[in-house]
């Protein structure tokens, strides 16, 4: 089970940081490299993350404390857009589905945290 966890995140890690490499390309002259560093960073955050949770019972505080950070990101990534409209009008669609999938991935964080 802990090889499926640890693969499972390697797959959407290695997704994040094609399509962060994808938003770092300039398009438009404007170009968005943090999404490719956060996809990096979850090259071991994920697997890492995802194989603690296999472990039984998985302390809820690692949930919470993940998926906390998990939505920090988001935001953090998030708040470019809302001041830029050349970033929007560039990368807007990929950030979304970045965001999205990025959303996804938090689900087994709070999967773990609400069974307090």
């Not at 955050?45 to 296999?54: F, W």
């Not at 990101?73 to 950030?95: C, K, T």
Request: charged share 5%; hydrophobic share 60%; proline share 7%.
């Amino acid at each position: 089970m802990k090889g499926f966890a640890i693969g499972c995140g390697l797959a959407l890690a290695i997704l994040f940081s094609a399509i962060g490499y994808v938003m770092s390309i300039p398009e438009a002259g404007v170009a968005y490299s943090w999404p490719l560093w956060a996809g990096l960073a979850s090259v071991v955050g994920l697997p890492a993350g995802y194989a603690s949770l296999v472990q039984t019972p998985a302390p809820w505080q690692l949930g919470l404390i993940s998926f906390g950070v998990m939505l920090a990101v988001l935001v953090a990534l998030a708040l470019p857009f809302l001041s830029n409209p050349d970033l929007q009008a560039a990368h807007g669609g990929r950030m979304i589905v970045w965001g999205v999938l990025w959303s996804v991935a938090a689900f087994p964080f709070i999967r773990t945290a609400s069974k307090r």
